[in-house]
């Protein structure tokens, strides 16, 4: 499978960056500090270059194969994918629940209430985000 990207375009720096969060530990050391120096710390290709002691044109190369490297890892695993179906399916839950909370009893309001937390724990560490209960 070839991907072609473009480590510049607003979308997919956004995107590579939503990957990075589930395929980080799968990059090697050098691929993780080369993404995190453009995409969280916001150096230009030249400056990381510079502190790398590679050229600019290196570094754009770098950045392009690990995006298509996480689109790979996307398109096998589908992570990503299963997050943001977790995330709406948990975004409907939550509205139901507000719907009804307010006509059941105290103790199984508690009960539920209880439930709905440990569960956005639970989604909260498999997805590396919030769930917001």
């Not at 790398?52 to 754009?60: F, N, T, Y």
Request: hydrophobic share 40%; glycine share 4%.
């Amino acid at each position: 499978m070839t991907v072609t990207l473009n480590p510049d375009s607003m979308r997919e720096v956004t995107r590579i960056g939503d990957l990075y969060a589930f395929y980080e530990p799968l990059l090697t050391e050098r691929q993780r500090q080369i993404v995190e120096l453009y995409h969280f710390e916001d150096m230009s290709l030249a400056e990381i270059g510079s502190v790398l002691s590679i050229s600019r044109q290196a570094v754009h190369d770098q950045l392009r194969r690990v995006g298509e490297q996480l689109e790979v890892y996307e398109a096998a695993l589908h992570l990503q994918e299963i997050a943001a179906k977790q995330g709406t399916a948990w975004a409907r839950l939550i509205d139901c629940w507000q719907a009804v909370r307010a006509d059941l009893p105290e103790a199984d309001r508690t009960r539920m209430q209880r439930a709905i937390e440990q569960m956005a724990a639970t989604l909260s560490s498999l997805t590396g985000g919030e769930a917001d209960a």
